[in-house]
C-alpha cells in the first residue's frame, strides 16, 4: 500500500486546500499535483520538503514512517 498519497491527502484536507490551490502554492500543474494523489508518480526531494513547509508537517509523516 503507498501510504504517502493517503496521507498527502489527508494533510492536504486538514489545511482545507483544494488540488489546484496545492499545485499553485508548489508552482507546478494541477495535473501533476493530482498524479502524486492519485498515487501515479510521487515528488522529488525538493518537492517533497516544500510540500512539509506548505502543509506543516514532517516528511516522516508523508512518507509513511510516523503518524500524524
Known sequence: MN??????IIARKKK?????QMAEKLGIA????AHWEQ??????IDMLLELC???EISSDYLLGLKSF
Not at 501510504?3 to 498527502?8: A, D, I, P, R, T
Not at 482545507?16 to 489546484?20: G, I, N, W
Not at 494541477?30 to 499535483?33: D, L, N, P, R
Open 39 to 44: 498515487g501515479r508518480n510521487e515528488p522529488g
Open 16 to 20: 482545507e486546500l483544494t488540488q489546484k
Open 3 to 8: 501510504s504517502f498519497k493517503y496521507n498527502l
Open 30 to 33: 494541477e495535473s501533476c499535483y
Open 53 to 55: 513547509s506548505i502543509l
